[in-house]
């Protein structure tokens, strides 16, 4: 006979449930009949009778005694059929994690595939009837995205601009080529730093928002609604944030480019004596304009891949709270993670265009 006491329930088990199982295993593989004595247990729930009912139930090889007001529940989980007691392969758990990220991705694929489908097939209908575009959205979205990210994105220019200058300037005065800092500054900022940030400030500002959004009003039904009302929501939610961004941010490169120069010219001023006269009449010699023409390129195909995924991961937000809060942080690290790899595309590709 085994005795059990105490409270076996969730919080009673907390997490031992194998612990246990492993435990009255020997008492099962000891003998051909168990007689389980329960009535000392103080509280029985689904989690406890679980633990029973895994060593391949409580009443095929034995029997089991339990209090009047748990007996319902036994015999409810002696009716069903209990488990084989196999070992688990080995590599199971990594297996059943492959399939599970394969699916995932595989979902992702369809879902984002599908979504460009119908941005296409709506972009279409649109150029046909130029009177049915959204255009007050697309303001209110530029103004959104762009106008209101100027503040951060100056911030984040001007310390880059004088953390690059500064760390710049002192290994140039070891070889004495002070003069050289116009050509790192202009490169890097203009081609590279300047389309990056304010690419990763508008991915964790505005793809955010834009996530939250559609997340919201997949919780108040207001996506059925549209639907309901035969309302695109490809047209009046998903297009005004791609056209947006692909005018927004290109901007936002400009002007993080100026913000980011000057305060890496006013460091160099600083440090090295270099006057900010001298220093913008060097850039247009040492920076061939086709950087400028780049970085601008790639701040319209950022704005796009930061939009579409936004609107992807937004659209996939289920009518619960924690699905939104899940899908919205996908949202960003997934822009931010796709907006790198994009310009490291974008360095492969032009790796022999605008340098000297």
Partial sequence: MVVLTGHWTLRGIDGRAGVLASELRRYVEGGDQVVWDCREVLALDNVGALVLWRLQGFTRRGAIEVRPEHATLCERWSQRQAPPDTPRPVGAGLLNTLMALERALWSHALDFTALVGQIALDSGQLLRRPDRIPWKDISATIYEAGVRALGITALVGALVGIVMSYLSALELQTFGAQSFIVNILGLSIMRELGPL???????????????????????????????????????????????????????????????????????????????????????????????????????????????????????????????????????VVTAITAVIFVDALFAIAFRGVGLP
């Fill in 197 to 331: 940030l304010a690419a990763i400030l508008v991915a964790g500002r505005s793809g955010s928002a834009m996530a939250a959004e559609l997340g919201v009003m997949r919780l108040t039904e207001e996506l059925d609604a549209l639907s309901a009302m035969g309302i695109s929501r490809t047209v009046r939610l998903i297009l005004p944030k791609i056209v947006a961004l692909a005018i927004a941010l290109p901007l936002l490169v400009i002007w993080t480019d100026a913000i980011g120069l000057l305060g890496g010219m006013v460091a160099a001023h600083v440090i090295l004596g270099i006057s900010i006269p001298s220093f913008l009449h060097a850039i247009p010699s040492v920076v061939p304009v086709v950087n400028f023409l780049l970085g601008i390129a790639k701040g319209a195909v950022f704005g796009i891949v930061v939009a579409l995924i936004a609107c992807h991961f937004g659209l996939r937000i289920q009518p619960n709270t924690l699905s939104l809060g899940v899908e919205t942080t996908n949202a």
